[in-house]
T-cell receptor, first 109, second 113 residues
Framework: GQNIDQPTEMTATEGAIVQINCTYQ??????LFWYQQHAGEAPTFLSY??LDGLEEKGRFSSFLSRSKGYSYLLLKELQMKDSASYLC??????????WGAGTKLIIKP | ETGVTQTPRHLVMGMTNKKSLKCEQH?????MYWYKQSAKKPLELMFV???????ENNSVPSRFSPECPNSSHLFLHLHTLQPEDSALYLC????????????FGPGTRLTVL
Protein backbone atom coordinates (compact mmCIF):
# COMPACT_ATOMS: atom_id res chain seq x y z
CA GLY A 1 0.00 0.00 0.00
CA GLN A 2 0.91 3.64 -0.21
CA ASN A 3 1.63 5.50 2.98
CA ILE A 4 3.07 8.81 4.16
CA ASP A 5 4.00 9.28 7.81
CA GLN A 6 4.79 12.56 9.52
CA PRO A 7 4.35 13.75 13.11
CA THR A 8 0.97 15.19 13.99
CA GLU A 9 2.23 18.21 15.89
CA MET A 10 5.49 19.90 16.84
CA THR A 11 6.32 22.91 18.99
CA ALA A 12 9.34 25.18 18.60
CA THR A 13 10.58 28.54 19.83
CA GLU A 14 10.83 31.72 17.80
CA GLY A 15 14.34 32.11 16.38
CA ALA A 16 15.16 28.41 16.72
CA ILE A 17 15.48 25.60 14.16
CA VAL A 18 12.99 22.78 13.63
CA GLN A 19 13.12 19.64 11.49
CA ILE A 20 9.93 17.97 10.31
CA ASN A 21 10.42 14.38 9.19
CA CYS A 22 8.46 12.42 6.62
CA THR A 23 8.70 8.79 5.57
CA TYR A 24 6.98 7.53 2.46
CA GLN A 25 6.04 4.31 0.70
CA UNK A 26 4.53 4.74 -2.74
CA UNK A 27 4.12 2.70 -5.90
CA UNK A 28 6.97 4.22 -7.84
CA UNK A 29 8.49 7.57 -7.07
CA UNK A 30 8.58 10.80 -9.04
CA UNK A 31 9.55 13.25 -6.35
CA LEU A 32 8.75 14.50 -2.86
CA PHE A 33 6.88 17.74 -2.20
CA TRP A 34 6.45 19.93 0.85
CA TYR A 35 3.55 22.36 1.18
CA GLN A 36 2.68 24.90 3.85
CA GLN A 37 -0.93 25.46 4.89
CA HIS A 38 -1.97 28.24 7.26
CA ALA A 39 -5.23 27.69 9.10
CA GLY A 40 -8.19 28.43 6.84
CA GLU A 41 -6.00 28.95 3.78
CA ALA A 42 -4.89 27.02 0.71
CA PRO A 43 -1.73 24.87 0.75
CA THR A 44 1.20 26.62 -0.91
CA PHE A 45 4.22 24.97 -2.49
CA LEU A 46 7.50 25.04 -0.56
CA SER A 47 9.87 22.55 -2.16
CA TYR A 48 10.37 19.61 -4.50
CA UNK A 49 13.12 16.96 -4.28
CA UNK A 50 13.63 14.17 -6.77
CA LEU A 51 17.37 13.53 -6.27
CA ASP A 52 19.07 12.65 -3.01
CA GLY A 53 20.45 15.52 -1.00
CA LEU A 54 19.63 18.88 0.42
CA GLU A 55 17.84 21.69 -1.40
CA GLU A 56 18.13 25.09 0.27
CA LYS A 57 15.74 27.95 -0.30
CA GLY A 58 16.23 30.82 2.10
CA ARG A 59 15.26 29.86 5.65
CA PHE A 60 13.74 26.59 4.43
CA SER A 61 15.65 23.48 3.29
CA SER A 62 14.40 20.08 2.23
CA PHE A 63 16.31 16.81 2.24
CA LEU A 64 15.65 13.53 0.46
CA SER A 65 17.00 10.00 0.79
CA ARG A 66 15.36 7.75 -1.77
CA SER A 67 17.00 4.58 -0.46
CA LYS A 68 15.49 5.21 2.98
CA GLY A 69 12.14 6.59 1.79
CA TYR A 70 12.80 9.61 3.96
CA SER A 71 12.61 13.35 3.73
CA TYR A 72 12.77 16.26 6.10
CA LEU A 73 11.91 19.93 6.00
CA LEU A 74 14.27 22.17 7.97
CA LEU A 75 13.10 25.60 9.06
CA LYS A 76 15.68 28.04 10.42
CA GLU A 77 15.33 31.33 12.29
CA LEU A 78 11.72 30.53 13.06
CA GLN A 79 9.22 33.35 12.93
CA MET A 80 5.73 33.47 14.38
CA LYS A 81 4.31 33.49 10.85
CA ASP A 82 5.79 30.00 10.34
CA SER A 83 3.04 28.61 12.56
CA ALA A 84 1.15 26.43 10.09
CA SER A 85 0.64 22.87 8.96
CA TYR A 86 3.36 21.35 6.79
CA LEU A 87 2.23 18.72 4.31
CA CYS A 88 4.51 16.06 2.85
CA UNK A 89 3.47 14.45 -0.43
CA UNK A 90 5.10 11.81 -2.62
CA UNK A 91 4.40 11.58 -6.34
CA UNK A 92 3.80 7.99 -7.41
CA UNK A 93 4.40 6.29 -10.75
CA UNK A 94 1.06 7.66 -12.06
CA UNK A 95 2.14 11.21 -11.18
CA UNK A 96 -0.46 11.34 -8.43
CA UNK A 97 0.43 13.02 -5.14
CA UNK A 98 0.02 10.82 -2.08
CA TRP A 99 -0.35 13.11 0.92
CA GLY A 100 0.52 12.87 4.58
CA ALA A 101 -1.93 14.16 7.17
CA GLY A 102 0.29 17.16 7.86
CA THR A 103 2.39 18.35 10.80
CA LYS A 104 0.97 21.24 12.77
CA LEU A 105 3.87 23.46 13.81
CA ILE A 106 3.32 25.73 16.80
CA ILE A 107 5.82 28.54 17.33
CA LYS A 108 6.13 30.01 20.81
CA PRO A 109 7.71 33.40 21.63
CA GLU B 1 -3.47 34.86 -4.26
CA THR B 2 -2.39 31.77 -6.20
CA GLY B 3 -4.32 32.36 -9.41
CA VAL B 4 -6.93 29.75 -8.49
CA THR B 5 -10.30 30.95 -7.25
CA GLN B 6 -13.15 28.98 -5.74
CA THR B 7 -16.76 29.86 -5.03
CA PRO B 8 -18.53 29.75 -2.74
CA ARG B 9 -16.09 29.91 0.18
CA HIS B 10 -18.66 28.51 2.58
CA LEU B 11 -21.71 26.35 1.89
CA VAL B 12 -24.32 24.83 4.16
CA MET B 13 -26.73 22.41 2.57
CA GLY B 14 -29.30 19.84 3.49
CA MET B 15 -29.05 16.23 2.43
CA THR B 16 -31.69 16.67 -0.27
CA ASN B 17 -30.21 19.80 -1.81
CA LYS B 18 -28.34 20.13 -5.09
CA LYS B 19 -25.47 22.57 -5.22
CA SER B 20 -22.34 23.17 -7.26
CA LEU B 21 -18.82 24.24 -6.40
CA LYS B 22 -16.89 26.29 -8.92
CA CYS B 23 -13.17 26.58 -9.54
CA GLU B 24 -11.37 28.82 -11.99
CA GLN B 25 -7.67 29.07 -12.71
CA HIS B 26 -5.96 31.97 -14.45
CA UNK B 27 -2.56 30.30 -14.85
CA UNK B 28 -2.91 28.67 -18.24
CA UNK B 29 -2.58 25.23 -16.69
CA UNK B 30 -3.77 22.05 -18.35
CA UNK B 31 -4.46 19.84 -15.33
CA MET B 32 -7.04 20.46 -12.61
CA TYR B 33 -7.88 18.54 -9.46
CA TRP B 34 -10.55 18.21 -6.79
CA TYR B 35 -9.47 17.25 -3.29
CA LYS B 36 -11.36 16.62 -0.06
CA GLN B 37 -9.66 17.72 3.16
CA SER B 38 -11.06 16.50 6.47
CA ALA B 39 -9.63 17.44 9.84
CA LYS B 40 -6.41 15.61 10.71
CA LYS B 41 -6.62 13.43 7.58
CA PRO B 42 -4.51 13.47 4.42
CA LEU B 43 -5.76 15.25 1.39
CA GLU B 44 -7.95 12.85 -0.59
CA LEU B 45 -7.71 13.14 -4.35
CA MET B 46 -11.19 12.92 -5.86
CA PHE B 47 -10.90 13.76 -9.54
CA VAL B 48 -8.21 14.71 -12.04
CA UNK B 49 -8.73 16.40 -15.39
CA UNK B 50 -6.01 16.78 -17.99
CA UNK B 51 -6.81 18.86 -21.08
CA UNK B 52 -10.50 18.72 -20.07
CA UNK B 53 -10.50 14.92 -20.01
CA UNK B 54 -11.06 13.08 -16.75
CA UNK B 55 -8.10 10.85 -16.02
CA GLU B 56 -8.79 9.76 -12.45
CA ASN B 57 -11.85 9.00 -10.37
CA ASN B 58 -10.64 7.64 -7.08
CA SER B 59 -13.70 5.61 -6.12
CA VAL B 60 -15.72 8.72 -5.39
CA PRO B 61 -19.45 8.19 -4.70
CA SER B 62 -21.75 9.18 -7.54
CA ARG B 63 -23.32 11.90 -5.40
CA PHE B 64 -20.23 13.91 -6.42
CA SER B 65 -20.22 14.71 -10.13
CA PRO B 66 -17.38 16.71 -11.73
CA GLU B 67 -17.59 18.81 -14.86
CA CYS B 68 -14.76 20.43 -16.79
CA PRO B 69 -16.10 22.55 -19.67
CA ASN B 70 -12.66 23.97 -20.52
CA SER B 71 -9.12 23.98 -19.15
CA SER B 72 -9.79 27.00 -16.95
CA HIS B 73 -12.98 25.92 -15.22
CA LEU B 74 -13.88 22.99 -13.03
CA PHE B 75 -17.14 22.27 -11.25
CA LEU B 76 -18.17 19.79 -8.59
CA HIS B 77 -21.89 19.08 -8.59
CA LEU B 78 -23.29 17.88 -5.28
CA HIS B 79 -26.51 15.89 -4.82
CA THR B 80 -28.00 14.06 -1.83
CA LEU B 81 -24.87 14.38 0.27
CA GLN B 82 -24.34 12.84 3.68
CA PRO B 83 -23.18 14.57 6.88
CA GLU B 84 -19.83 12.77 6.60
CA ASP B 85 -19.24 14.67 3.36
CA SER B 86 -18.76 17.82 5.40
CA ALA B 87 -15.18 18.93 4.73
CA LEU B 88 -13.01 21.48 2.97
CA TYR B 89 -13.07 20.94 -0.79
CA LEU B 90 -9.94 22.18 -2.50
CA CYS B 91 -9.38 22.76 -6.18
CA UNK B 92 -5.86 22.78 -7.60
CA UNK B 93 -4.18 23.14 -10.97
CA UNK B 94 -0.78 22.30 -12.43
CA UNK B 95 0.90 22.92 -15.75
CA UNK B 96 0.37 19.27 -16.64
CA UNK B 97 0.24 15.91 -14.88
CA UNK B 98 4.00 15.35 -14.86
CA UNK B 99 4.87 18.89 -13.75
CA UNK B 100 3.05 18.47 -10.53
CA UNK B 101 3.68 21.66 -8.59
CA UNK B 102 0.07 22.23 -7.77
CA UNK B 103 -1.49 25.61 -7.09
CA PHE B 104 -4.45 25.49 -4.74
CA GLY B 105 -7.55 27.58 -4.42
CA PRO B 106 -8.75 28.73 -0.99
CA GLY B 107 -11.31 25.94 -0.77
CA THR B 108 -15.01 25.67 -0.08
CA ARG B 109 -15.95 24.82 3.50
CA LEU B 110 -18.96 22.51 3.10
CA THR B 111 -21.33 21.60 5.90
CA VAL B 112 -24.04 19.02 5.26
CA LEU B 113 -26.89 19.06 7.75
Amino acid sequence: GQNIDQPTEMTATEGAIVQINCTYQTSGFNGLFWYQQHAGEAPTFLSYNVLDGLEEKGRFSSFLSRSKGYSYLLLKELQMKDSASYLCASMDSNYQLIWGAGTKLIIKP
Amino acid sequence: ETGVTQTPRHLVMGMTNKKSLKCEQHLGHNAMYWYKQSAKKPLELMFVYNFKEQTENNSVPSRFSPECPNSSHLFLHLHTLQPEDSALYLCASSQDLENNEQFFGPGTRLTVL
